[in-house]
């Protein structure tokens, strides 16, 4: 059974790279959806102009999905870095996500929650970025 509630959500995302910090922040209209035990979160980001469908599953891992020009597929998971293809509009880019910081808080009866995640971008052995995600969402 499929269980759509809307929500408010709030993301903050923290990114480093090559010596450089941005900050980018979000708050958006979205849905939490309840299908077969499992619980996603999805909504719409809007930056300059686009909307990027996001969509995070937050069940024993967490998956976050983005669509759009470049497509995102990570899976965070403390015990072990987790591998991904990221897709550019140069080609396709193999990484590795090493994930450390996962903490997940979910009431699916509200529904409201927040999550924090820390997590590493690395190819080759170098390192492309470190990240820090901050969501919360509620009715």
Do not use: C, W
């Not at 090493?98 to 997590?119: H, M, N």
């Amino acid at each position: 059974m499929k269980k759509i509630t809307p929500v408010h959500v709030q993301l903050t995302t923290v990114i480093e790279q090559d010596g450089q910090q941005e900050r980018f922040s979000f708050n958006e209209t979205g849905n939490f959806v309840e299908l077969n035990g499992k619980y996603y979160l999805r909504y719409l980001e809007h930056q300059q102009g686009h909307s990027t469908p996001v969509q995070f599953r937050l069940d024993d891992q967490v998956h976050l999905h983005r669509s759009g020009e470049l497509t995102t597929l990570l899976n965070f998971d403390l015990a072990a870095p987790t591998a991904t293809r990221y897709r550019t509009q140069y080609g396709i880019i193999s990484l590795e996500v090493q994930t450390s910081r996962l903490e997940k808080e979910i009431d699916p009866t509200i529904p409201a929650g927040q999550l924090k995640v820390d997590y590493s971008l690395v190819t080759a052995g170098q390192t492309v970025g470190s990240y820090q995600l901050r969501l919360q969402f509620q009715p």
